[in-house]
């Protein structure tokens, strides 16, 4: 199968790139909504929403998942600590 190569037009602010330190991710039946947010300022900033059918989602996770393990090939393991997601509202 041959590969296209596609001309990408981006705005020099878009190049520039958003910060986050949060991302929450919902869905509904028809699309996957990412929504990145920078929760270092005094209230929590959404710098980029990107909405994705279910297809596209997991293409998304699949390349995480493949860039991943090519970072942790060349810099090592990556810790995090599973953090609980915090409550919001009232708690039984």
């Known amino acids: 199968m041959e590969e296209k190569q ?5 705005r020099d602010e878009d190049l520039k790139g958003v910060f986050a330190n949060l ?47 090519k970072y942790e090939e060349k810099f090592g393991k990556i810790e995090i600590e599973i953090q609980k997601e915090p409550k919001i509202g009232f708690v039984n």
Do not use: G, W
């Open 6 to 10: 596609i001309q990408i037009k981006a």
């Open 23 to 69: 991302a929450i991710i919902s869905h509904t039946k028809d699309e996957f909504c990412l929504d990145f947010i920078n929760s270092f300022s005094p209230v929590p900033i959404l710098t980029a929403r990107v909405i994705v059918t279910p297809t596209h989602a997991k293409r998304i996770l699949l390349a995480l998942k493949e860039n991943i393990e």
